[in-house]
C-alpha cells in the first residue's frame, strides 16, 4: 500500500510560522515521524510540498498514475479557494483526507469555507500535527477493512 502525504503553500515554514498557531514542528520533523508509522504498518509513503497550485495537480494526478492508495493533504490557503486542486481531487479516484493544522473553523472568516472538503473523505482540523496521524490510521482502519 501506497500513500502520499501532499502539503501545500507556507508548510515548509512550519517551525518558524507563526507557532503559536502551527506549533514548533518542522514539516521535515512531521513527515519523518509520517514515515517512520507508515513502515511499521507496512505502508510505503511519500511527501511531497510545493507553494505552487499547478504543482499539487500535478501530483494529485501523478499519485492515481502511481497507484497511490490514498493522500493525505494540507492544502494550506488554497483550501479557501483553489477550484483547481478541487478538479484534480475529483479527477482522480484516490481518496483524500483534507487535514489542517489549526481549527479554521474557529479562526477568521475566510478560513471557514473550504472548497475541497465536499470531494475529501473528511476533514481533520484543530489538532496540531496529529490530525496527519489521525487521517494515517483512518487510512489504515479502512485498509484493513477493504482486506478482511
Ligand atoms: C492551514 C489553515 C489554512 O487556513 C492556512 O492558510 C494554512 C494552514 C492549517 O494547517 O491550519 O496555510 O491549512
Redesign the pocket.
Known amino acids: 500500500m501506497n500513500m502520499l502525504l501532499l502539503n501545500?503553500?507556507?508548510?515548509n515554514r512550519l517551525g518558524k510560522r507563526e507557532p503559536h498557531?502551527?506549533g514548533n514542528e518542522t514539516l521535515e520533523m512531521i513527515e519523518n515521524r509520517l514515515k517512520s508509522l507508515a513502515s511499521q504498518h507496512g505502508f510505503d509513503l511519500q511527501c511531497f510540498q510545493s507553494n505552487h497550485e499547478g504543482e499539487l495537480v500535478d501530483r494529485i494526478h501523478l499519485a492515481e498514475d502511481e497507484g497511490c492508495d490514498g493522500i493525505i493533504l494540507?492544502?494550506?490557503?488554497?483550501?479557501?479557494y483553489s477550484y483547481a486542486i478541487r478538479d484534480a481531487i475529483a479527477s482522480v479516484a484516490v481518496p483524500v483526507i483534507e487535514?489542517?493544522?489549526?481549527?479554521?473553523h474557529k479562526?477568521?472568516e475566510?478560513?471557514h469555507t473550504s472548497v475541497l472538503a465536499a470531494e475529501c473523505e473528511g476533514q481533520i482540523?484543530?489538532f496540531g500535527s496529529y490530525?496527519y496521524e489521525m487521517a494515517f490510521y483512518s487510512f489504515l482502519h479502512r485498509f484493513k477493512r477493504g482486506m478482511e
Open positions: 501545500g503553500p507556507n508548510l498557531i502551527y494540507n492544502p494550506g490557503a488554497f483550501t479557501h487535514v489542517h493544522l489549526s481549527n479554521i479562526r477568521e475566510f478560513r482540523a484543530g490530525g
